[in-house]
């Protein structure tokens, strides 16, 4: 492996070592939903490995396929992977994204029934700071990167903040709806009740003029 790889394959670790993870199967496919704002620019990183490391006898080429929905479903990323990598997209409309995974090895065959664990780390609206810049002597790249960084933390909690507001404005509107509904169902059952009440209350008038008991 050459040391790219390895550089990459110990980033992976590191960044994920604090990200969720869980299990696939022979060409299983697992979906999370993420929440993401209009213009959100998503960065995920992950990393395949065998679920269990010490009964693992077989060395296949592992590879994920990431496919990505918007929330009207239609697939906004659909690429295939080796074991580790990172892909990254921009959300056009606000709502539910859905994440998908899938082992595409051609050789996953040979070990049928043993379980893989894909670490998976998602960031979202985030700008990364270039380490090099970090130990440069000029300080004024360093201050313009960590500017640059602070101002796509607040563009994406703007964002974050406005689609918000759109789910506040949707469920306000959809609690008066069906307080509305809710109150004309109410007068309807009253003007019902009542309206029976009156028929009954002739009925029974009528039937006591019938039999000349009053």
């Not at 995974?101 to 051609?106: E, G, H, I, K, R």
Request: proline residues 2%; contains cysteine.
């Amino acid at each position: 492996m050459s040391l790219q790889g390895v550089g990459f394959l110990l980033q992976c670790y590191l960044t994920l070592a604090a990200a969720m993870y869980f299990d696939l199967g022979e060409q299983e496919e697992k979906c999370i939903i993420e929440e993401i704002p209009e213009d959100t620019l998503v960065t995920g990183n992950f990393f395949l490995e065998p679920w269990d490391l010490k009964s693992f006898s077989h060395s296949p080429q592992l590879g994920v396929a990431v496919t990505v929905r918007d929330p009207s479903q239609e697939v906004q990323l659909s690429k295939r992977y080796g074991k580790y990598g990172k892909f990254t997209f921009t959300a056009h409309a606000s709502g539910q994204h859905y994440l998908c995974f899938q082992t595409n090895s051609t050789r996953f065959s040979v070990f049928a029934g043993e379980r893989l664990k894909l670490h998976l780390d998602v960031q979202m609206g985030e700008h990364s700071i270039d380490p090099n810049v970090d130990r440069t002597k000029d300080n004024l790249q360093a201050l313009e990167s960590n500017l640059q960084h602070l101002i796509s933390q607040m563009t994406y909690i703007t964002r974050q903040q406005e689609y918000n507001r759109e789910k506040e404005e949707l469920f306000r509107q959809i609690s008066e709806e069906t307080n509305s509904k809710v109150l004309w169902w109410a007068v309807i059952q009253t003007f019902v009740l009542l309206s029976v009440g009156f028929w009954q209350m002739k009925r029974l008038k009528d039937f006591f003029i019938a039999k000349k008991l009053v």
